[in-house]
Nanobody
Framework: QVQLVESGGGLVQAGGSLRLSCAAS????????MGWYRQAPGKQRELVAV???????KYADSVKGRFTISTDNTKNTVYLQGNSLKPEDTAVYYC?????????????WGQGTQVTVSS
């Protein structure tokens, strides 16, 4: 089994910054991609950013230029640095990882961490 543990959420003022971390542990052979999604109240979960094993990245248009995704492969950890935060960034942020455990690829999810941006 694989576990994803997130940290770094909290309350921040508009214009401020926040850094989220997500560490993967367990039966991991290959991490093909890791990413962050978010879900605001009454809205569907949406992709924020993803980074692939070859360091390719993709961002939602709403966060381009403000958020940066990165990884520390030695720690199986993905980070999301958010700057110039806006109230509309308020959501529960979920870590996702696409992992090969030895038999097949599978998606795993973290428990979610709340980010609240006050105006």
């Amino acid at each position: 089994q694989v576990q994803l543990v997130e940290s770094g959420g909290g309350l921040v003022q508009a214009g401020g910054s926040l850094r989220l971390s997500c560490a993967a542990s367990g039966s991991i052979v290959i991490i093909n991609a890791m990413g962050w999604y978010r879900q605001a109240p009454g809205k569907q979960r949406e992709l924020v950013a993803v980074i692939t094993r070859d360091s390719g990245t993709k961002y939602a248009d709403s966060v381009k230029g403000r958020f940066t995704i990165s990884t520390d492969n030695t720690k199986n950890t993905v980070y999301l640095q958010g700057n110039s935060l806006k109230p509309e960034d308020t959501a529960v942020y979920y870590c996702n990882a696409h992992i090969w455990g030895g038999s097949y690829y599978r998606d795993y999810w973290g428990q979610g961490t709340q980010v609240t941006v006050s105006s």
